[in-house]
T-cell receptor, first 119, second 114 residues
């Protein structure tokens, strides 16, 4: 397989369920990201794992919990979600390069997304 | 923080015509401006980008222009084809290449009519 692979592609869950989204990248990149995509809204960065550092958007609720066991795998654990959390969740990876002038990152490579519906 | 406004939200053009999508940004420190294309059922894919040290960049039928003084940049697609139909996102970044601070626009649904 090549690129960024996300599973499952579709997920329907109740508000009391616990589920996880999985992402795997086969590009040898050293950074992985979770984005939330809602209709008519900008892509919202949720979490970043880059250079062994985790960066998160402080507005993301604690019912979303990321896990990055290694540079190729990324999970998003979901629990007690709300209907407004229904969206397309996109995983991405990139190659971060440290230069004298600062951190430089190339292109973001996105997976096809996991469509989440919370009932 | 950075704020990126994108217009229009929807755009329909006849095949063969040109399409222009415009974005404005708020942070004068932004110096990297990528454009992503998202086809139905797929994730966004980078199609072109521009850095603040140039005013225009072309790649076949696609071009991007940047006006740093006015803080706006545009995507131009010439000789549009049905396969250009997709959602296009602009983005801006205050530090060259740091995706952690990449701020996206809300997207433009482009439809190319045959």
């Amino acid at each position: 397989e090549t690129g960024v692979t996300q599973t499952p592609r579709h997920l329907v869950m109740g508000m009391t369920n616990k589920k996880s989204l999985k992402c795997e990248q086969h590009l040898g990149h050293n950074a992985m990201y979770w984005y939330k995509q809602s209709a008519k809204k900008p892509l919202e960065l949720m979490f970043v794992y880059s250079l062994e550092e985790r960066v998160e958007n402080n507005s993301v609720p604690s019912r979303f919990s990321p896990e990055c066991p290694n540079s190729s795998h990324l999970f998003l654990h979901l629990h007690t979600l709300q209907p407004e959390d229904s969206a397309l969740y996109l995983c991405a990876s990139s190659q971060v390069v440290i230069r004298i002038a600062g951190v430089s990152n190339g292109e973001l490579f996105f997976g096809e997304g996991s469509r989440l519906t919370v009932l | 923080g950075e704020n990126v406004e994108q217009h229009p939200s929807t755009l329909s053009v006849q095949e063969g015509d040109s399409a222009v999508i415009k974005c404005t940004y708020s942070d004068s420190a932004s110096n990297y401006f990528p454009w992503y294309k998202q086809e139905l059922g797929k994730g966004p894919q980078l199609i072109i980008d521009i850095r603040s040290n140039v005013g225009e960049k072309k790649d076949q039928r696609i071009a991007v222009t940047l006006n740093k003084t006015a803080k706006h940049f545009s995507l131009h697609i010439t000789e549009t084809q049905p396969e250009d139909s997709a959602v296009y996102f602009c983005a801006a970044n205050p530090r060259s290449g740091s995706a952690r601070q990449l701020t996206f626009g809300s997207g433009t649904q482009l439809t190319v009519l045959p």
